[in-house]
Nanobody, 126 residues
Framework: QVQLVESGGGLVQDGGSLRLSCAASGRTFSSYAMGWFRQAPGKEREFVAAISRSGGSTGYADSVKGRFTIRRDNTKNTVYLQVNSLKPEDTAVYYC???????????????????WGQGTQVTVSS
């Protein structure tokens, strides 16, 4: 069992930055690929970024490439999402996810995700 707790969301202006964190419980954090998804009101949950178990490989949605950076610290059981140059369309609840492989996260299908966090709200004002 892995529990994921996100933090770092908030209200920022257009062009602002935030660092989202996801702390995982348990001693098996490094056994999971990790990812971030987001869900805006009235829309489906969508893939944002993923990182492999070792942190050596990453993947991003086209909409966030060059603006968002995912990294992990396996000594702290934490995955981060640095979000820069935020736009109003980035407004959403951001969820942390754990899956058996990087491919599982990149696929984005909820059935391939083993664990979800409770989400953290990011609101970008124009």
């Amino acid at each position: 069992q892995v529990q994921l707790v996100e933090s770092g969301g908030g209200l920022v202006q257009d062009g602002g930055s935030l660092r989202l964190s996801c702390a995982a419980s348990g001693r098996t954090f490094s056994s999971y690929a990790m990812g971030w998804f987001r869900q805006a009101p009235g829309k489906e949950r969508e893939f944002v970024a993923a990182i492999s178990r070792s942190g050596g490989s990453t993947g991003y949605a086209d909409s966030v490439k060059g603006r968002f950076t995912i990294r992990r610290d396996n000594t702290k059981n934490t995955v981060y999402l640095q979000v820069n140059s935020l736009k109003p369309e980035d407004t959403a609840v951001y969820y942390c996810a754990a899956a058996p492989s990087l491919g599982s996260v990149l696929g984005g299908a909820p059935s391939t995700i083993d664990y979800w966090g409770q989400g953290t709200q990011v609101t970008v004002s124009s």
